[in-house]
């Protein structure tokens, strides 16, 4: 079983974020609302461990967190679990903490962050770039969100930042399903993502973050794909041939070729009283340009009948690598 780090750093100040919740509380904010889910919301609260007459060895157990590593560490943020007051069904869990798995020693330990993250979350992404956490999306008790936030793992202290200025933000549904726009965003020159929750997220270079799918507050599957660009902060719609399979819940992964594998997931409505579709289908998105190595390779498949007799000559490795594909496509009947 893992164990409790015994040097836990003592708890950042506070005063910040009883600020930024004083501030939720009375100020209006830009989560997209759907006024048929304000009902179910009422059943979910924020669990507030400070009040806990015990300290947690490790993470509560929950779902809809994420989860990425920098080094030998594992940063686990957010999510929701039951709750175990009568009349409540679930508990999101506290904003302000974060826990971090040492790999090496096999031991938890948990963090208090500062910082303008606004709101405890699910169904949230998160990734990171050269020791940087980069959250986008999830699900609030108002709504999907379309923010993007920066947490520097690399420092003694952990403050949240929200990327602001974004270039390529999306307007916002307010009531009714009118469109708005959020003061300071009217001059926008292009949309962005809209809030979603359930969407998946990968770094695919050391400067850019691909989007795909997920699912709206108006309980609508998605098929867009976006390239987060670090440097530029800015959102590029990234143009495929999949935009016929909408994917909520998938699994996302980038392969060493610059491509994205998305397998899996829901392809409709999971909240409607259809029958959910999931899927076995794998997209392949090509978010890199491809490496002269693989554009030979690929020439050396396409003319193999005229080719193969040359393979011989090849670094072993190649020479694997094209069996291997040459494996895969007599597979295919082809």
């Known amino acids: 079983m893992a164990e409790m780090e015994e040097d836990i750093p003592d708890p950042l100040p506070v005063e910040e974020d009883e600020e930024l919740e004083r501030d939720e509380e009375e100020g209006e904010f ?9 009902l179910d919301d009422e059943d979910v609260v924020v669990l507030d461990t400070e009040a806990e007459s015990f300290e947690l060895e490790q993470p509560a157990e929950r779902s809809g967190h994420i989860a990425a590593v920098d080094g030998h560490y594992m940063y686990v943020w957010g999510g929701y679990k039951n709750s175990q007051t009568t009349g409540f069904f679930d508990l999101y869990l506290p904003r302000n903490e974060i826990w971090i798995y040492n ?10 962050t500062a910082g303008n993250l606004h709101t405890s979350m699910s169904g949230s992404c998160g990734v990171c770039v050269d020791g940087v956490l980069y959250l986008f999306g999830g699900h609030h008790a ?8 920066r947490l520097p793992l690399r420092t003694p202290a952990l403050c949240w930042e929200e990327m602001k200025d974004l270039k390529g933000l999306a307007p916002l549904l307010g009531p009714q399903e009118q469109v708005r ?8 020159p292009q949309q962005g993502p809209v809030g979603r929750s359930w969407h998946s997220l990968t770094p695919v270079s050391p400067d850019h973050i691909f989007l795909f799918g997920g699912f709206t507050t108006s309980r609508e599957t998605l098929s ?15 143009k495929h041939n999949h935009t016929e399979s909408p994917r909520l819940w998938h699994t996302a992964c980038s392969g060493p070729g610059g491509e994205v594998f998305v397998f ?27 490496s002269l190595v693989r554009f ?5 498949l396409q003319h193999r009948e005229l080719l193969s007799g040359s393979w011989d000559c ?21």
Request: charged residues 25%; aromatic residues 8%; glycine residues 6%.
């Open 142 to 149: 108002r709504g999907n969100t379309d923010r993007v936030f």
């Open 264 to 290: 899996g997931g829901c392809a409709n409505n999971l909240l409607s009283h259809q029958r959910a579709a999931h899927s076995k289908e794998l997209l392949v998105f090509t978010v890199q340009p491809k």
């Open 103 to 112: 790999m090496e020693t096999e031991r938890w330990k948990k963090q208090m």
């Open 296 to 300: 030979c390779m690929e020439a050396a």
């Open 181 to 188: 726009w959020p003061i300071g965003r009217q001059s926008v």
């Open 30 to 38: 830009d989560w997209v609302v759907d006024e048929a889910d304000e």
């Open 224 to 238: 867009d794909a976006w390239l987060y660009c670090v440097s530029k902060n800015e959102w590029q719609q990234f």
């Open 314 to 334: 090849l670094p072993k490795h190649l020479l694997h690598t094209l069996r291997q594909r040459m494996g895969g496509i007599n597979a295919l009947g082809s």
